[in-house]
Nanobody
């Protein structure tokens, strides 16, 4: 059973930075792909960033150039470094895992195997 535990959310002013972390258990190296999603009230959950096969990365247009996804396989941890944050980045951020892994440019799947509990990110003007 895949379990994902997130940390690192918080409040920051526009232009600031935050880093989210997601520790995975029950995940065998290279058998799952992982990524970050976010959701605001009244809107559907949207894909933000993912790491695919051969460490390929893919970002939503809204965050490309400002967010960086990375993973430490030795620690089973996925990270999302968020820089130059904007008020419109305010959302609940979720870590997710799905299989099988694919090139990152394939994007985000309609169904995932597991979700983290969510981390709230609030960006003020």
């Amino acid at each position: 059973q895949v379990t994902l535990v997130e940390s690192g959310g918080g409040s920051v002013q526009a232009g600031g930075s935050l880093r989210l972390a997601c520790v995975a258990s029950g995940v065998t190296y290279k058998t799952y792909q992982m990524g970050w999603f976010r959701q605001t009230p009244g809107k559907e959950r949207e894909g933000v960033a993912t790491i695919g096969t051969e460490d390929s990365t893919y970002y939503a247009d809204s965050v490309r150039g400002r967010f960086t996804i990375s993973q430490d396989n030795a620690k089973n941890t996925l990270y999302l470094q968020m820089d130059s944050l904007k008020p419109e980045d305010t959302a609940m951020y979720y870590c997710a895992a799905w299989d099988p892994p694919a090139p990152a440019h394939y994007g985000f799947p309609p169904v995932v195997a597991a979700w983290g509990q969510g981390a709230l990110v609030t960006v003020s003007k």
